[in-house]
Nanobody, 131 residues
């Protein structure tokens, strides 16, 4: 399982970005794909999760209503759509996969993510939001 993130960059407050998480070596249908972020000096934070079996999503309170996830199984890619960005959203964003046969409620309640040691991780992409 390999994951490659892309789409990060520098954006102004209020702007938007779309991050991609492309999988290789596996087909991501029937996986739970999560996005995490980590800002300098802060702990890693779970942002969102999508169950590729049915497209259901779970979001952390800090991004609910501003971020959304989608998946394109044909392209073996999951997306994180970041809208109404704030400087506090500045961080390195990584995607992580666990499965097959795993759905988001199995690993997160939107506040905590569980069993992260079993996840396969990408290398991350930087998002910087200027004020």
């Amino acid at each position: 399982v390999q994951l490659v993130e892309s789409g990060g960059g520098l954006v102004q407050t209020g702007g938007s970005l779309r991050l991609s998480c492309a999988g290789s070596g596996f087909t991501l249908d029937d996986y739970a794909i999560s996005w995490f972020r980590q800002a300098p000096g802060k702990e890693r934070e779970g942002v969102s999760c999508i169950s590729t079996r049915d497209g259901a999503t779970i979001y952390a309170d800090s991004v609910k209503g501003r971020f959304s996830m989608s998946s394109n199984v044909a392209k073996n890619t999951v997306y994180l759509h970041l809208n109404t960005l704030k400087p506090d959203d500045t961080a390195a964003y990584s995607c992580a996969a666990v499965g097959p046969g795993v759905m988001c409620p199995d690993i997160t309640d939107g506040h905590n993510w569980y069993a992260v040691d079993s996840f396969s991780w990408g290398q991350g992409t930087q998002v910087t939001v200027s004020s």
